[in-house]
């Protein structure tokens, strides 16, 4: 959520090891929070949220909208952008829906997935 650290720590590697792309390092549950979803980083755990297990609980959740709920995001890509060479790729990741979904209704990651 600070674009200035996530620049940095994303162009580390590159300018280190000059590679032909740079990642942007984000956490994979950014989304969460634009959709109504909040969690707690465990220092021992990980990423943990209030599981979601219920209708009531899934109707709580909305759409997002990236550009009011992450503007950090598109920040860091523009910066990343004019700091890299034309011919570097960019590459930004998030998590997927199936892995957004693990963790809304485990509550925190699992090797064992007994709830979904």
């Not at 032909?20 to 990980?46: A, H, N, Q």
């Not at 990423?47 to 997002?64: A, D, F, G, Q, Y």
């Not at 990741?93 to 809304?104: D, E, N, Q, R, S």
Request: aromatic fraction near 8%; charge should be negative; charged fraction near 25%.
């Amino acid at each position: 959520e600070i674009p200035d650290v996530a620049v940095e720590v994303s162009l580390q590697p590159w300018r280190n090891y000059q590679t032909d792309g740079c990642i942007l390092f984000s956490d994979i549950l950014t989304p969460l929070p634009g959709m109504g979803v909040d969690f707690d980083i465990d220092e021992k755990v990980g990423p943990v949220v209030e599981p979601m297990r219920t209708w009531e609980s899934i109707e709580k959740m909305h759409l997002i909208d990236p550009s009011t709920a992450a503007p950090f995001v598109a920040e860091t890509l523009r910066t990343l952008r004019e700091e890299l060479t034309p011919e570097t790729a960019l590459l930004g990741f998030v998590g997927c829906p199936y892995t957004l979904a693990t963790y809304l209704v485990e509550g925190k990651t699992s090797k064992e997935y007994l709830e979904i």
